[in-house]
């Protein structure tokens, strides 16, 4: 059996252990003191800081006009080019973010202990969403699920990514239309990339004929335009493949190429070539399409 003595120093001990909890539980929830941040502050440093911050803005749009120029004069180094920059872009984002918070805080133990309690709770909570897109961007930097210049779908949005920043990614469609993707949205969704850092990039191509055609001639005729076309990249192979298939009531014969544009920029002109000179040699070689069929159908 336990003494007396025992039992209550044991009680005040558990009592002791309770309170010292509940104080320190009362102390991480007290509001953070703005005064004590303040005194953190190197309010010289901060004035230094703008300047940082709008040379390094300065900066940027110098690579910018710069990658842009070089993207022209050197068109076959053009992805690389534009890997390089948004490294560069990323490179200098962080480096005046630290040359500023060394230039404006007080960076001794007190202060980062203060700064790093304040910041968590004032400003992790209202930019959180800033955050998560920043964290983000520098893991689709490492992770490059796609790069600057490729052709991405995304959202159901089609077009060529024009800048990956540290917020967010922007992309041109092809209606010319440029939208702003947050990089916490781009790196949880599913993002489709044509090219992939390369300049050529397959574009398929689908055509139907009757079942009484000649398959084989047709299928030749479609590669002999996708070879023939002046956007075609030859380097590459140009599969043509052929099923058939129900569509309604019709039997049809679904013939589908897949050949490549020497740069996904002219993706739209070299579909546009291979139609017509397809529909050019059907006409030729007396090949007809099911139009009338589906047109009695609808």
């Given amino acids: 059996m336990i003494p007396r003595t025992a039992r209550v120093l044991r009680a005040a001990g558990v009592a002791a252990g309770l309170n010292f909890a509940v104080v320190g539980v ?16 190197q309010w010289g440093g901060v004035a230094a800081s703008v300047v940082v911050f709008a040379l390094a803005l300065v900066l940027l749009r110098g690579l910018s ?9 050197f068109v076959s180094r053009r992805p690389t080019i534009q890997k390089i920059e948004s490294a560069s872009r990323f490179i200098v984002y962080l480096i005046a973010i630290v040359i500023a918070g060394r230039l404006s805080l007080r960076m001794d133990a ?4 203060v700064v790093g309690g304040g910041l968590a709770f004032a400003v992790g909570f209202a930019m959180r969403d800033l955050v998560a897109a920043v ?4 893991t689709i930097m490492f992770d490059r699920p796609f790069q600057v210049g490729d052709r991405v779908e995304y959202a159901g949005q089609y077009g060529d990514v024009i800048k990956i920043g540290l ?3 922007r992309m041109n469609t092809l209606d010319h239309n440029v939208i702003t993707i947050p990089n916490n949205k781009v790196l949880t969704d599913v993002t489709s990339s044509g090219n992939y850092g390369a300049l050529e ?3 398929p191509f689908t055509l139907f004929i009757g079942p009484d055609q000649d398959v084989e001639l047709a299928m030749t005729l479609i590669q002999e335009a996708c070879l023939t076309s002046p956007y075609a990249f030859l380097d590459r192979p140009a599969p043509v493949l052929a099923t058939q298939v129900l569509e309604g009531n019709f039997v049809l014969i679904r013939i589908t ?4 544009v020497f740069e996904a ?5 070299f579909e546009t070539d291979v139609t017509l000179r397809v529909r050019r040699a059907f006409r030729e070689h007396g090949i007809t399409t099911p139009t009338v069929a589906i047109a009695g159908r609808v």
Avoid: N, W
């Fill in 167 to 169: 917020r967010s990614v």
């Fill in 65 to 73: 006009h710069l990658s842009a120029s070089l993207c022209q004069r």
């Fill in 110 to 113: 007190t202060a980062l202990t």
């Fill in 265 to 269: 920029v002219h993706e739209k002109s």
């Fill in 26 to 41: 009362a102390r991480a929830q007290d509001p953070v003191d703005l005064g004590q941040l303040a005194g953190f502050i």
């Fill in 201 to 203: 990039m397959q574009v």
């Fill in 135 to 138: 964290i983000a961007g520098v």
């Fill in 257 to 260: 190429a897949r050949p490549y």
